[in-house]
């Protein structure tokens, strides 16, 4: 008598049931504090903070050269909050299901795996717009950012693109810390990296070439961008250029973090590092 075979849910089921469940389980750092703390909080803290610093930096100069720098200080950073929900937390999935004790369910269930994976990824993308957003208005209420009625649409392509590629990328780091003991390592340095190397806080022109090589690699750099360029009324033709690397990019994301979990997948199953934590 042959065993009964497993039915398997179809590939959009197992995406949608996953997006329903993931915020209970996998996604645990979703409770509601969290997330208005992540939407509302993080984004103006973090935007004052460095407004001080440009502040303190810039003593002496004048005060339109002051105010330009704080602006263009709080809207890099107003786009740079939506690493915390797209790639910081999206990354620590793997923690959680390690810790929880559930990967290794996880891993032998007939369930399509890029629909697992990928499913998880859909509530932290409507979060991080969340927080771009309300950065944007922090943005245009307190530090002197304009965006011309006209820029809307092109602002909110944007961020859309940018919010998609950075939690691709944070699907990619996850995918990588299944080997890893935790991705809690990875996600503070791309976070941190982001600041940095991603023109947030200064012109990427201002760091040493081999850096700037480096910045170029970080989806966050071409949203950025991208979102910059639309706020400053920039060519269609630029924007939509732009629009084409956040694309790339979070295609490239999304690619090598299926591509990564499969490879990373057999070495945690070799060396015992799936049940690791």
Known sequence: MSAPTVPKASFWRTL??????????SLGFM??????????VIPLTQMVFFAFVVKLGSSGEAASAIASAIAYTALGNAVATV??????????????????GTMEHLLVSPANRVALYLGR????????????????????????????????PLVAVSVILTAVAMVGFGLLIGGVALYLRTSIILGNIFLFAGLLLSGVNFPLSQLPLPLQYAGYLLPLTWGVAAIRASVTGAPFASILLLWGAVGLSAAISLGSAIVLWEVFERRALATGSIARF
């Open 31 to 40: 409770r509601v504090d969290f997330v208005l703390g992540t939407v509302f």
């Open 121 to 152: 990824g859909l509530i932290p993308i409507g979060i991080s717009l969340a927080t771009v957003t309300m950065g944007l208005v922090y943005a245009t209420t307190l530090f002197g950012v304009t965006i011309a009625p006209t820029s809307v």
């Open 83 to 100: 690493t915390y929900s797209s790639v910081f937390s999206v990354a620590q999935t793997t923690d959680s299901e390690k810790f929880q």
């Open 16 to 25: 949608a049931t996953n997006a329903v469940f993931a915020p209970r389980t």
